[in-house]
């Protein structure tokens, strides 16, 4: 799959599932930081498919952060049992795992390619 495109499902992954965390959880501010992250990927998707190398490296960066970011919110709702909760931030983290996995392919492919 291209960068680009597993960028796109990332940032409508985090979006959609922040907001659904918002809601859930009595519109707790916190829960709306993987969507200003969705947003910002969102936003620099075009310079993703232009293959802006600037771009490309921001959004890995960005991608990495919030993979990491959500390492405690997965610990949270293990603790409370929430299985909505454990889903929707196991989802968001599948998602975010995903392409940074593709990320990294594609600098290896380009890098060899030199």
């Known amino acids: 799959m291209?960068?680009?495109?597993?960028?796109?499902?990332?940032?409508?992954?985090?979006?959609?599932?922040?907001?659904?965390?918002?809601?859930?959880?009595?519109?707790?501010?916190?829960?709306?930081?993987?969507?200003?992250?969705?947003?910002?990927?969102?936003?620099?998707?075009?310079?993703?498919?232009?293959?802006?190398?600037?771009?490309?490296?921001i959004v890995v960066l960005l991608t990495f952060l919030i993979l990491g970011g959500l390492v405690k919110p997965l610990m949270s709702t293990l603790g409370s049992g929430n299985t909505m909760g454990i889903t929707r931030v196991a989802l968001m983290m599948f998602s975010t795992l995903m392409a940074l996995i593709v990320f990294i392919k594609s600098f290896i492919a380009n890098r060899s390619k030199k």
């Not at 992954?13 to 992250?37: E, H, K, N, Q, R």
């Open 2 to 57: 291209k960068p680009h495109k597993i960028s796109f499902v990332n940032a409508i992954t985090l979006i959609s599932f922040g907001l659904w965390g918002y809601i859930d959880v009595d519109y707790s501010p916190t829960a709306l930081i993987p969507v200003i992250f969705g947003v910002i990927i969102l936003i620099l998707n075009p310079g993703l498919k232009r293959e802006n190398k600037v771009v490309a490296h």
